[in-house]
């Protein structure tokens, strides 16, 4: 059981839009109510997105709630919230999601047809604006 | 500002590698990017560049570019990287997208490894450029 629910934020988070995600710890929480410790929380969403997160909840619910061993309580935190109040942990969090995927190596067939050849471009000379490239670094191939 | 990452072959070495590029339009603000400031007609001016394989010749075999306002919080930014695999949805050539202030385009080439998984690579190649990390560890294709 304690190993389902420990995957479950990565899963959700992938749900979610790779937003960060975590079981809520019992210091993180204010007041006792049923459930307290089935509380998850999901972080940079706002209200307007709050309602289509809700929904993708839905078909997955039920293996949560078996995994968690009860019903979730789920807490929703704005971006704005999240950056005030979480901001360490939602960094952290955002930061291992974008470089998840960083790490996959494959091997690459000779025969792959370019979409363009790169080219060389010179970065701007310090704070003197106008010498740096003003090109994408590739062309046609 | 442009963000671009690139993942290059040598046609002679077979080194691979992963560029990123950063490049600003200014101090711009918008909700939907102008025309304007689209990277075909204008990237804007480089101003970093984190270059794993020299440049000159290389093949381009996926690029990801990303344009948003030069002063857009980090935080958001690395969110919508973050989550740019889960949104993106293939398509025939290059999938471009408007995203709120982001505008999005991913080539790739036919690779050995899922087309969200080259996608979140090259996002994070560029979180990792912007932060400052390096890379750490390797994981092989399942």
Redesign the interface.
């Known amino acids: 059981m304690t190993s389902q629910r420990e995957g479950w934020p990565k899963r959700l988070r ?1 749900i979610m ?3 960060p995600v975590r079981w809520a710890g019992s210091s993180n929480l204010v007041g006792d109510y049923d459930g307290r410790e089935r509380t998850l929380e999901v972080f ?1 969403a706002d209200a307007k997105d709050q309602r289509m997160l809700v929904r993708r909840l839905r078909p997955v619910r039920d293996d949560l709630e078996l995994a968690a061993g009860g019903p979730v309580i789920v807490i929703f935190h704005t ?1 704005a919230e ?2 005030r109040l979480y ?1 360490d942990f ?2 952290s969090a ?2 291992d ?14 025969d ?13 000379d310090g704070a003197k ?2 010498t ?7 062309v046609a ?1 | 500002m442009l963000l671009t990452a690139q993942r290059v072959v040598s046609p002679r070495s077979h080194a691979r590698g992963v560029n990123v590029y950063r490049y600003v339009h200014g101090p711009y603000t918008w909700e939907r990017v102008p025309n304007d400031f689209l990277p075909q007609g204008n990237p804007g001016e480089l101003i970093a560049q984190w270059i794993q394989l020299s440049p000159g010749g290389n093949r381009v075999v996926s690029f990801l570019d990303v344009v948003a306002p030069d002063e857009i919080e980090s935080v958001e930014l690395q969110q919508r990287l973050a989550s740019l695999k889960h949104r993106l949805q293939p398509s025939d050539g290059p999938t471009t997208a408007y995203w709120d202030p982001l505008w999005v385009c991913f080539g790739c080439a036919a690779l050995p490894v899922p087309w969200a998984t080259e996608l979140g690579a090259l996002a994070g190649h560029i979180v990792l450029r912007l932060s400052g990390a390096r890379q750490q560890f390797v994981r092989s294709t399942p």
Do not use: C, M
Request: glycine share 8%; aromatic share 4%; proline share 6%.
């Open positions: 992938d839009d790779g937003r940079n971006s999240s950056a901001g939602v960094q955002l930061f999601e974008a470089t998840d995927d960083t790490a996959v190596e494959y091997d690459l067939p000779d792959v047809r370019p979409l363009a050849l790169d080219v060389e471009l010179k970065e701007r604006s106008g740096g490239s003003t090109e994408l670094p590739r191939a």
